[in-house]
């Protein structure tokens, strides 16, 4: 593996977030910057990245949101809140990594006094590129 900067390698131009040519074809990398909301980061045919920002007090789904063919991996990076997951609730803090199955009906809540930030792997994808949910979950 070559590590790079962005530019061109081998007559190819890098895209800007990718940084690493791999045997002929380009690693997806980034470094994430916690804005506000929630952003789909990048991802392939199966999985997807997005990072999620929730000011304190804020929340994210309700009683009913579900993704309905997606598994999401959510890890905490930092902040505190709550997942509400099929009625059941469980703790946040940084580091902490929860999977929420493919139709389990989910809510996020931030309970600190700072934002919490997270970051969202589903598979297969749930998001458009633009952050709207896809029809179950199909890219």
């Known amino acids: 593996m070559l ?20 045997g002929g074809s380009a690693v997806k990398r980034t470094v994430l910057r916690f804005g506000r909301g ?13 990072q999620m920002v929730l000011s304190p007090g804020g929340s994210e789904g309700d009683a009913i949101n579900r993704h309905r063919g997606a598994d999401q991996w959510l890890y905490v990076v930092s902040g505190t809140g709550v997942a509400k997951v ?17 139709g389990e009906r989910h809510e996020i809540v931030n309970t600190g006094r700072v934002p919490l930030k997270t970051l969202n792997i589903y598979r297969p994808p749930a998001y458009r590129p633009d952050g709207n949910e896809l029809p179950r979950a199909r890219p």
């Open 38 to 50: 929630f952003r789909v980061i990048f991802g392939n045919r199966q999985s997807q990245a997005a």
């Open 86 to 102: 099929n009625r059941r609730r469980h703790a946040l803090q940084p580091h902490t990594l929860l999977l929420i199955e493919s």
């Open 3 to 22: 590590v790079a900067s962005t530019g061109i390698l081998r007559g190819r131009t890098l895209p800007r977030r990718c940084l690493y040519w791999n």
